[in-house]
């Protein structure tokens, strides 16, 4: 089973049903390969890490999403750069889209271990954060009923006026 795969399921279900499944826990992050936290390793293992999703004929709009804990060897914009130049040479024609990516490319180096993965719907999901997703789902229906209940307070505000100037042209024509 592809890690990728298992948790974007996961999260769509979680999504779909508005149901939180999990007390305990907080993210999922599909790791689907790791290698040393060095850009020379980095490099090597990328460039056939990253075919099954952008080599061409495939091609997408990415975005790459870096974390670093225990580590400060590893600057942030070099592996930013690297990477995306490493995307941008298996085709060209993938473009980076930092709003809405078909694919985020999920970079966790811990001490001197890089992890790596490609992951779907990243924004959709809020980061892969299950609490979230079903939180935001939560808030946006209360903002859609308070919508609801503004727009019925209107036309009930509307009917009244209505109503009111009905009653008035019924006086007028009885003096």
Not at 134 to 141: C, H, P, R, Y
Not at 148 to 168: F, G, I, L, M, P
Request: aromatic share 6%; glycine share 2%; with cysteine.
């Amino acid at each position: 089973v592809e890690p990728e795969n298992l948790v974007h399921h996961i999260l769509k279900d979680m999504h779909t049903t508005k149901k939180k499944k999990t007390r305990v826990i907080l993210r999922m992050l599909p790791i689907s390969g790791t290698c040393k936290a060095f850009m020379e390793d980095m490099k090597k293992y990328t460039e056939t890490f990253f075919e099954p999703w952008f080599k061409a004929p495939n091609k997408g709009t990415f975005q790459i999403v870096y974390k670093a804990r225990n580590n400060s060897h590893m600057s942030r914009e070099e592996v930013i750069k690297e990477l995306a130049g490493i995307v941008g040479s298996l085709n060209p024609e993938n473009k980076v889209d930092l709003n809405n990516p078909q694919y985020t490319v999920v970079v966790e180096i811990i001490k001197t271990v890089c992890c790596l993965s490609v992951v779907r719907d990243y924004v959709l999901f809020r980061k892969y954060n299950l609490q979230e997703v079903v939180k935001s789902n939560k808030e946006d229906a209360q903002q859609k009923s308070s919508v609801t209940e503004e727009q019925n307070s209107e036309v009930v505000k509307a009917e009244t006026e209505k109503e009111e100037k009905s009653s008035t042209e019924v006086k007028e024509e009885n003096k």
